[in-house]
């Protein structure tokens, strides 16, 4: 099906489009007059998505010429090379752009705009991406993927991040001072966390996409899932845990934390209607098993319309 001139993909041109010019903004007024070579990268890459985006909106006036052509998913191919090559340097707390340290090694938001509406218009990139593929394969990729899988990748997205993360933090702190305090502890569970997520997320989407996950193993999967992240939001974000403050890492310990929930409660639920599926069925077997067998007095009563005789019915 060929994208309409006022899609959602044309909304998400636009979005992005606006989304770039608030980065942009937010980017250049945060920093000093001595631009570093991080900087100018970082400024040429979001001067880049802000005019890509503005033909992506140019583009669907011209529509058979732009709309679900290679030119259309060429740009939005680029933009997506482009975001996975600048987020990570938005993001780093050494660069000081989105995100910062102080006195004591801890990441945390020192430039809202650009880290929010960065991100933002990365999903925007995505989502184009991705909705362009589809109308070019004519596979409805959406449908294919279940909400309860969705959930299993965005929990194996989240302990990427949680990783990523932590471990940036322990080589920062507690490699070179701070070794056996809480802090580091703390951070090193948040590592523990993310491997550990990383691989129940993995496992689980590889016996889902091969069907051999089971209603209770899944349902033990998640519980296992759910008990780490619960104690990982008490460990990483309260005290002196490293993500006391808004940062990646925050996020995706919470975001985790809550993906867990929900998945825990859909296989709880969908294991119980399995246990009572199956009781239901075994006592239908149970019943006809244990019907009493018709005996000679039941076939006297029985009148002969069927020209069987009583004394043709072998004992």
């Known amino acids: 099906m060929v994208e309409s001139p006022n899609g959602p993909r044309f909304q998400a041109w636009g979005a992005l489009?606006?989304?770039?010019?608030?980065?942009?903004?937010?980017?250049?007024?945060?920093?000093?007059?001595?631009?570093?070579?991080?900087?100018?990268?970082?400024?040429?890459?979001?001067?880049?998505?802000?005019?890509?985006?503005?033909?992506?909106?140019?583009g669907y006036l011209l529509k058979d010429k732009f709309i679900g052509t290679k030119i259309e998913g060429a740009i939005s191919s680029i933009l997506v090379v482009f975001y996975c090559a600048g987020l990570p340097t938005?993001?780093?707390?050494?660069?000081?752009?989105?995100?910062?340290?102080?006195?004591?090694?801890?990441?945390?938001?020192?430039?809202?705009?650009?880290?929010?509406?960065?991100?933002?218009?990365?999903?925007?990139?995505?989502?184009?991406?991705?909705?362009?593929?589809?109308?070019?394969?004519?596979?409805d990729i959406a449908s294919e993927i279940t909400p309860k899988y969705a959930k299993w990748g965005g929990l194996f997205a989240a302990s990427i991040v949680v990783l990523a993360s932590s471990s940036k933090i322990h080589i920062?702190?507690?490699?070179?001072?701070?070794k056996g305090s809480e802090?580091?502890?703390?951070?090193?569970?948040?590592?523990?966390?993310?491997?550990?997520?990383?691989?129940?997320?993995?496992?689980?989407?590889?016996?889902?996409?091969?069907?051999?996950?089971?209603?209770?193993?899944?349902?033990?999967?998640?519980?296992?899932?759910?008990i780490l992240y619960t104690f990982g939001v008490g460990f990483i974000t309260f005290g002196n845990g490293p993500a006391t403050t808004i940062s990646n890492l925050y996020f995706a310990v919470w975001i985790g934390f809550a993906l867990t929930i929900f998945l825990f409660f859909e296989?709880?639920?969908?294991?119980?209607?399995?246990?009572?599926?199956?009781?239901?069925?075994?006592?239908?077997?149970?019943?006809?098993?244990s019907a009493p067998a018709p005996t000679m007095g039941d076939l006297e009563e029985q009148?002969?319309?069927?020209?069987v005789e009583v004394s043709d019915v072998k004992m």
């Not at 980065?23 to 005019?51: N, Q, Y």
């Not at 590592?191 to 590889?206: H, P």
Request: charged share 15%; glycine share 8%.
């Open 303 to 307: 009148p002969a319309t069927e020209g």
């Open 90 to 139: 938005i993001m780093n707390p050494e660069k000081g752009f989105a995100v910062s340290t102080g006195m004591f090694p801890i990441p945390t938001v020192r430039n809202s705009n650009l880290y929010f509406f960065s991100w933002i218009s990365f999903i925007c990139i995505l989502y184009i991406q991705g909705h362009w593929m589809q109308e070019v394969t004519g596979r």
């Open 17 to 58: 489009f606006v989304f770039s010019c608030v980065t942009l903004a937010a980017h250049d007024s945060t920093l000093p007059e001595e631009k570093t070579r991080s900087a100018k990268w970082v400024e040429a890459f979001l001067c880049i998505s802000l005019i890509f985006s503005f033909f992506g909106v140019v």
């Open 183 to 226: 802090f580091c502890k703390r951070t090193n569970y948040a590592i523990s966390l993310g491997v550990l997520g990383t691989v129940i997320a993995m496992v689980a989407i590889f016996l889902m996409k091969t069907g051999k996950m089971s209603p209770m193993m899944e349902s033990g999967t998640a519980f296992l899932a759910l």
């Open 172 to 178: 920062d702190t507690c490699k070179d001072f701070g």
């Open 267 to 289: 296989c709880f639920r969908e294991f119980m209607a399995s246990r009572s599926a199956g009781s239901s069925e075994n006592t239908t077997d149970d019943e006809k098993t």
